[in-house]
């Protein structure tokens, strides 16, 4: 008998996608509405940090360092080598790398993006991110300078009717709350 895979179906669907498509917008929104999921949970924090990684490398690759900077400097105030360990990287490089990201991001005026390979140590994490994309043709560890523009500027080439949707609904909500 097989032992069951031991991390969670949205984290390795993150790094799947983090390592495959360097679609970070999409890394964020994954791991976004699982640390909202997970709230009060062991591994919140490690999840949290991956959002802003995520969220760093985006605004990163796109030029934006107030941005990237500001979240690389948080992801690693509050990286913990120990849980991301449990959830199969080595967590002492991965606070390294963000840690000296960060150091190397916020020492200049204008940085030089390069893809950050979170470090992953379990094969087994490996290998099941590997087999996902190949099964969607996806290249594992992809140069983000083949990411394609609608990747690199997502935020603003994507359809946003929903989220304008949803806006006017929560508007219209705390509007008729006020006027009971």
């Known amino acids: 008998m097989t032992e069951p895979f031991p991390y969670p179906q949205q984290y390795t669907e993150f790094m799947t996608e983090y390592h495959g498509t360097r679609d970070f917008f999409e890394c964020h929104e994954i791991m976004e509405e699982y640390w909202k999921q997970e709230k009060g949970t062991r591994h919140e924090g490690c999840w949290l940090v991956f959002v802003r990684i995520s969220v760093a490398c985006y605004h990163g690759r796109r030029g934006n360092w107030a941005g990237a900077r500001k979240l690389m400097a948080k992801a690693a105030e509050e990286v913990d080598a120990v849980k991301m360990s449990e959830l199969g990287l080595d967590g002492n490089q991965l606070a390294e790398l963000v840690v000296e990201t960060s150091r190397l991001w916020n020492g200049t005026d204008e940085p030089v993006y390069r893809d950050l ?27 983000s300078s083949r990411a394609g523009e609608f990747i690199v500027h997502k ?26």
């Open 155 to 180: 935020h603003l080439l994507r359809d946003r009717t929903e989220v304008e949707e949803a806006r006017k609904l929560s508007a219209e909500r705390k509007r008729r709350s006020r006027a009971q």
């Open 117 to 143: 390979d979170l470090p992953i140590a379990d094969p087994r994490l490996t290998e099941k991110c590997m087999r996902i994309c190949e099964h969607k043709g996806w290249e594992w560890r992809m140069p």
